[in-house]
């Protein structure tokens, strides 16, 4: 008699856990194959360096590879405009970044909409931005980087990771409250930009501490100021643009994990709350702080919310600076 009331149980409590599993899950096994994350950038980069980061706890947590492929090209949209199309089945993901809002806010001619083709699911980390120059360039504050330019009207060039990222909006409002008239160098990613940065073939970057940091540290390039309100934990050092002088200079870039539009509610929040769990352990906190970033993981309707505002501010920055691309 126990042991039939303890198989009865049993089939109760199994009953039960199949109806508390989600309807895909339970057709699928989601996931059952191999997934995918693109990097709209090259490998090397902050967008690139927390795609793994996510991609190798995805692969320990639900024992499916994890690809991470690399799609530069057109300020970041290649990349977002291929997970746009792909189908929302939960086995193709996006590397989001800040950058994507710029391009919703500039280009008037897009393949894809941000905000009504791609998920948001989560926020994975934030980046302060840092003025870097060759150690070459003979400036060591950004004092005397405004009176170089000012010096060379036009000849100093900076580099950003595309036309319309907000590299190459930290750019235009660097000129445009400093005063100056820089020249704009597009690349298809952070990583060539600072090969050429070093070099001496370009003069300025406004990188994310995660990308430059290593050159800051092995010397090869000088941080002069960053471009948040507060100071970096990474360069505790380094003055914000506000305390060098251009007062209430504020920008940072995000990077967050999407999904094509469509992809069913719950293996959004599956993978929502396996990113979530992965930002609480003290090893992807370490990990973070050693690129110089900032755990935040938001809820994606937090997510939706931030892409909203971002579009509409940045679109009225790109009207002041008079920038508008095709």
């Not at 990188?207 to 941080?223: M, N, W």
């Amino acid at each position: 008699m126990h042991a039939l009331l303890t198989r009865r149980r049993m089939a109760s409590f199994t009953v039960l856990a199949v109806a508390a599993t989600p309807l895909w899950a339970q057709a699928t096994g989601y996931p059952n194959k191999p997934l995918k994350i693109v990097v709209p950038s090259p490998p090397g980069g902050s967008t690139d360096q927390l795609a793994r980061l996510v991609g190798q706890r995805l692969q320990e947590a639900w024992g499916q590879s994890v690809v991470i492929e690399n799609k530069p090209g057109a300020g970041l949209r290649l990349g977002a405009d291929f997970v746009a199309k792909s189908p929302p089945d939960g086995y193709t993901f996006l590397m989001g970044a800040v950058h994507h809002s710029i391009a919703q806010a500039v280009y008037t001619k897009r393949s894809y909409d941000f905000q009504r083709d791609l998920a948001p699911i989560t926020v994975v980390a934030v980046v302060p931005n840092v003025v870097i120059v060759p150690s070459s360039l003979p400036v060591k504050s950004v004092a005397e980087l405004i009176a170089l330019a000012k010096a060379q009207p036009g000849k100093l060039s900076y580099g950003s990771t595309g036309q319309g990222t907000a590299h190459h909006l930290i750019g235009e409002q660097f000129a445009d409250m400093a005063g100056v008239q820089l020249l704009h160098v597009p690349y298809k990613g952070s990583a060539p930009a600072l090969v050429d940065l070093i070099g001496g073939q370009i003069h300025i970057m406004f990188d994310t501490v995660a990308s430059c940091l290593p050159h800051i540290k092995s010397g090869k390039l000088r941080a002069l100021a960053v471009t948040t309100g507060k100071r970096s934990s990474a360069l505790p050092d380094v003055p914000t643009l506000d305390e060098a002088g251009l007062k209430g200079f504020d920008v940072s870039s995000w990077f967050g994990l999407m999904a094509p539009a469509g992809t069913p509610p719950d293996i959004i929040q599956k993978t929502y709350a396996e990113v979530v769990k992965m930002l609480g352990t003290p090893e992807a906190r370490q990990q973070l702080e050693q690129m110089g970033a900032e755990a935040v993981g938001n809820t994606p309707d937090q997510l939706r919310q931030q892409i909203a505002g971002e579009i509409t501010r940045f679109a009225a920055l790109a009207k002041k600076a008079n920038l508008q691309l095709d």
